[in-house]
């Protein structure tokens, strides 16, 4: 490869990255090393004192069972959304993408809830089974004769929770899964058919293959979304409860550092989330530069 | 294609129509309750058609706010647009800059400053809150917009995607405005940003809806009524006991915050469903 033509300035692209950089560097450097740094102390709530403790902040967590409980059920929640949202989405996805009636009225309605916020699919979600007002709580007491209360029932909560953020999580995935589908050669498709295999064969033989990039980009951004951005849903819906069951890890770091005022292992939490993102980032980094290189 | 009977022509319609109602169904019945009383919501089962009060409930919901509230959606509506805009248009700007200086410019800290930009590629404000919001109260920045947009601002997917297609612009052109005596920076006002219209449309989408769907850090840095969101109010107007929840309110609430990004998606679905794709790719 030849090498591509670059302007000759020396001092202004400093200029230019200036504003980004800036942005970064006051808003994610500084803040992660100072959740660093604080993850080597403990202060008293008020701020007054400082004492340095050394790993204590981390052994302490990786000794506290609550920790780990946590670990679990956003493991469990996280897999559960992802998978569920993404099976259903690439159900979907395949049922859209044929010469039919009405195809592109399906596709529209499959992809705007993609703008509904996560914490409205809480609401969404919540206001239908609550309790005391919800259409579909009332339904499954009186017709099924299934009680629900979310509040009290930890298996109820967690599956609650998973409802929404999977619900919301569709149109995202679907969108993929459409382009991916969509960029299949047709013949291939085709010359299968013609060689005799149905379409259960073809579509795990020669579609499902060709879509696992899409696929694969799909798992590592369903499990940012299923462990880290589905706080507004947890805090909406069931702030954690009943107990710890819903207790996933950005909610704790969230109620240990806003509610219970325990700095120090907050930051240590938000130390390992960043360790974990940024582990995934470079991992889906990685995937992407080889692909755009082929 | 290959099989024809009927059964196999109806089925997807049958699983994409139970799709439908899946989606719309909880929407429906947000739109019911916002047309109906309190009492008539708290009436175990709800009525699942509209009532009369849809004026009343909006116009309450759009001008006062629910009792336990003391801000108007109206208030709500136009943070929630400074937020959403202040962040699309923030993050598109500095965004270009930087993508135009690593892809077109040979400076010694290029490599550092791309990794330094794409290590926060998918890093959610919700790991990062604690000391984020130490940082922005130590600038002063708690309940004013500046606080609410900056942070917002820092995430690479922009810059990533700009550079994308930064990297396929021919870059004759670049040397071609250069023989002809123009800046680096009139060629990338008159020409480069003309070119790249596709993608910043595509980005506004997705970063506009962003902007407007945040929740977490709002709910961190707004205390003052004067500044909460659509979603921070409907939180607040939620917290409280059953009984006491204004529900018809809140909902109507409910279907304004979700309105504008919707309509958003629905104009521009084309550009955001390339834009979101392009950023995979």
Redesign the interface.
């Known amino acids: 490869m030849t090498k ?4 000759p ?2 001092g ?3 200029l ?2 200036l ?3 800036a ?10 090393a ?2 660093v740094y ?1 993850s080597f102390f403990v202060q008293d709530p008020f701020g007054f004192s400082l004492i340095f403790v050394g790993f204590e902040n981390y052994t302490k967590l990786f000794a506290d069972p609550a920790y780990w409980d946590s670990f679990g059920v956003s493991t469990v929640f996280a897999l559960s959304v992802a998978f569920s949202s993404m099976f ?1 989405a690439l ?2 996805a395949v ?2 993408n ?1 010469k ?3 195809s592109s009225f ?1 596709k ?13 699919a809480g ?6 089974f ?1 309790p ?4 579909i709580a ?2 499954l007491a ?1 017709v099924l004769g299934i009680k629900w209360n979310h509040l009290l029932d930890s298996g109820q909560a967690l599956l609650l929770v998973s409802i929404a953020a999977s ?1 919301k999580q569709i149109a ?1 995935n679907f ?2 899964f459409l ?1 991916g589908l969509q960029a299949v050669p047709a013949t291939l ?2 010359a299968a ?1 013609i060689d005799g295999a149905g ?1 259960g064969k073809r579509f795990w033989a020669i579609i499902f293959p060709l879509l696992s990039p ?1 696929t694969f ?1 799909l798992l590592v ?1 369903n499990l ?1 979304y299923g462990f ?2 589905t ?2 849903i947890i ?2 819906v069931t702030a954690g409860g009943p107990g710890t069951s819903t207790n996933v890890l ?1 909610y704790k ?2 109620r240990d ?2 509610i219970n005022l325990d ?1 120090g292992s ?2 240590a939490q ?1 130390v390992v ?2 360790i ?3 582990g ?2 470079v991992v ?2 990685r995937f ?1 530069e080889r ?2 290189n082929y | 294609m290959t099989e024809h009977s009927k059964m196999r022509r109806f089925l997807p319609h049958l699983f994409l129509g139970l799709a439908m109602v899946v989606i719309i169904f909880p929407i429906w019945l947000v739109f019911v309750a916002s047309t109906r009383t309190s009492a008539e919501i708290l009436s175990a089962p709800m009525p699942v058609v509209p009532g009369s009060h849809i004026i009343e409930n909006y116009g309450r919901a759009f001008f006062e706010g629910a009792k336990n509230l003391g801000a108007s959606a109206f208030t709500m509506m136009k943070n929630s647009f400074i937020m959403a805009m202040g962040i699309a248009v923030g993050k598109i700007v500095v965004s270009l800059l930087a993508a135009f200086a690593i892809v077109f410019f040979d400076f010694r800290l290029r490599k550092f400053c791309f990794w330094a930009i794409f290590i926060t590629l998918m890093l959610p404000v919700e790991v990062r809150i604690m000391p984020t919001y130490k940082v922005i109260s130590d600038l002063g920045m708690l309940n004013s917009y500046w606080g609410l947009i900056l942070p917002m601002i820092v995430s690479a997917t922009a810059v990533f995607l700009f550079r994308q297609f930064f990297m396929s612009v021919p870059r004759e052109i670049a040397e071609a405005s250069q023989i002809d005596g123009a800046s680096p920076m009139a060629f990338f006002a008159e020409i480069l940003v003309p070119m790249t219209r596709t993608p910043i449309a595509a980005m506004f989408v997705i970063q506009f809806i962003y902007g407007w769907n945040q929740y977490l850090w709002p709910l961190l840095i707004t205390t003052k009524e004067k500044y909460y969101t659509l979603l921070i109010g409907i939180n607040r107007m939620l917290s409280g006991a059953d009984v006491q929840i204004e529900w018809q309110i809140v909902m109507a609430t409910v279907l304004l915050a979700m309105i504008p990004p919707v309509i958003v998606v629905a104009v521009m679905q084309k550009q955001f469903v390339t834009g979101m794709t392009d950023t995979e790719k």
């Open positions: 591509q033509y670059e302007f300035s020396k202004l692209p400093y230019l990255v504003p980004q950089m942005v970064v560097f006051v808003f994610f450097f500084w803040p992660a100072q959740a604080q259903i159900f979907l049922q859209a044929r039919m009636r009405f399906y529209t309605m499959l992809i705007w809830p993609y703008a509904v916020a996560t914490m409205v609401v969404l979600w919540l206001f239908m609550n005391n007002v919800g259409v009332w339904f009186k619900w995202y969108v993929f382009a498709v085709e058919a379409p899409t980009y951004m940012v880290f951005e706080f507004p805090h909406q950005v770091v969230w550092g806003v700095l907050s930051a938000s989330l960043m974990l993102v940024i995934l980032t889906q980094f992407i692909k755009v």
